[in-house]
């Protein structure tokens, strides 16, 4: 079948209901129908799967779909499922299924019913999972958070090292990769690992105008100056980030003493705690929730208005991801970080415990965040150009959304923040 006779607005509208497609969908969809292979950068939320799913859908063969995460996967083929009257359309093939289920989606497969198979890395790389799977029709193979691949990225998982190896196995079919990480040298390392150096690359834009962002520096105040800024958003959901889960207990505390609600979320809470406190979020029963970066991932509330850091994240892609849940709705969105360089040291201290390799890595990106904060020049310009995106900071849309455009810094300011700086570049750099 060619992707000429394909109506993919018609079939857009039978399997999602969708009427429109958003963003760069239609052309990442058209480019893998034409057998390229494609590499697609969007921000989480951007409809990433689509990009995949539709593809499946309309042609012959299965789509082998490689994914990181169990519950997501199971999520995808239970949506799939719901679109179609035919149940095997989509299948799970990982460890947890019994014998007759593993036959159950080789019959499918082979039957050519099965559109979409999502697979764990470690699944894939069974021999005799890839001795099945070259008897068969495949479409393509789509490598979901292909950031995976990358040890600059924030979920580096060797499994996915290997993927290239396999997928030559299967054949010549198209890859399609997609991650919502987008420094370039995340994007680098996966073009180079999966050898697609030929993609068709679709980028999107990472800006997010209604985000408004501030740093402070971090006194022994800052409790009380927390608070002032929640009293000044009465009413309104936010997110308090600290780095562990005794700061977490304490600021919790802390607001509850002066009157704001606020639950704790930590990977040291047991999950029917951490469960119920998320939908207390979610619900508004409470206004604040005090959380370690445990909290966040698949969280989607639409009018979270602001996103605290207490303490400095260990890289501005974390940085990105966690105030990127302030504004989902278009709103109004205050993303307010401290910022200290006894958090640094810390952070230093911390990494100084890890293998060569990762503390190298860690200090790098820690010196970005560290520069992002003692910065005078537009915090957006700043952050979209560390994920490789030119911004106009005067004309470019939110352009006057951070403290540093509001209230620029004298020029003796500024040049005080740059001697420093250059001092901090001396004493990261190793
Ligand atoms: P990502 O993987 O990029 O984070 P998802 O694939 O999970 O994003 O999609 C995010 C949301 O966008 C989903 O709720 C999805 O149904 C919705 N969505 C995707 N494409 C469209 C579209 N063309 N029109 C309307 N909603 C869409
Ligand atoms: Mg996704």
Not at 227 to 241: A, L
Not at 277 to 284: A, C, K, P, R, T
Not at 318 to 329: C, F, P, V
Not at 377 to 397: A, I, N
Request: proline share 3%.
């Amino acid at each position: 079948m060619n992707s000429n006779e394909i109506d993919i607005h018609k079939e857009l509208k039978k399997y999602f209901g969708f009427s429109q497609f958003k963003g760069l969908q239609e052309k990442v969809i058209t480019s893998l129908l034409n057998k390229q292979n494609t590499f697609v950068i969007m921000p989480t939320g951007g409809g990433k799967s689509l990009c995949y799913q539709l593809p499946a859908l309309v042609q012959e063969g299965t789509a082998i779909v490689v994914s990181p995460l169990i519950a997501l996967m199971k999520n995808q083929v239970d949506a799939i499922r719901s679109l179609s009257s035919e149940n095997g359309i989509a299948h799970v093939l990982n460890s947890s299924l019994t014998k007759t289920e593993i036959a159950q989606v080789k019959s499918d497969i082979s039957k050519g019913v099965t559109k979409l198979l999502y697979v764990a890395p470690e699944s894939l790389t069974k021999d005799e999972y890839v001795a099945f799977l070259q008897t068969v029709s495949i479409s393509f193979v789509a490598i979901d958070e292909a950031h995976c691949i990358s040890e600059w990225g924030h979920d580096f998982r060797p499994e996915y090292r290997n993927l290239k190896n396999i997928i030559k196995q299967l054949g010549e079919v198209p890859i399609i990769g997609l991650t919502a990480t987008a420094t370039p040298k995340v994007q680098e390392d996966i073009l180079k690992n999966l050898e697609m150096s030929n993609a068709t690359v679709y980028k999107a834009s990472f800006n997010r105008p209604n985000l408004f962002y501030e740093v402070r520096t971090k006194t022994k105040n800052i409790e009380s100056d927390i608070i002032r800024f929640i009293k000044q958003h009465k009413g309104k959901s936010g997110i308090i980030y600290c780095l562990s889960r005794k700061k977490v207990e304490s600021i919790t505390e802390v607001l509850q003493v002066n009157g704001i609600s606020a639950v704790p979320y930590h990977a040291g809470l047991d999950a029917k705690t951490r469960a119920k406190h998320q939908d207390m979020f979610l619900m508004e029963d409470v206004e604040v929730v005090v959380a370690t970066i445990a909290f966040g991932m698949g969280i989607d509330k639409p009018d979270v208005r602001f996103v605290i850091h207490h303490d400095i994240p260990k890289s501005l892609e974390s940085y990105y991801q966690e105030t990127g849940r302030a504004g989902r709705d278009g709103g109004e969105g205050h993303c307010l970080a401290y910022y200290s360089y006894k958090d640094v040291e810390k952070l230093e201290k911390f990494l100084s415990g890890k293998p060569v390799a990762e503390q190298e890595i860690g200090f790098a990106l820690l010196h970005e965040v560290v520069a992002y904060a003692e910065t005078s020049m537009s915090r957006r310009k700043f952050l979209l150009h560390y994920f490789g995106e030119e911004f106009d900071s005067e004309t470019g849309e939110g352009a006057d959304m951070d403290d540093n455009v509001r209230n620029p810094k004298t020029k003796v300011e500024a040049k005080d923040e740059v001697l420093k700086l250059l001092e901090v570049v001396k004493k990261t750099k190793h």
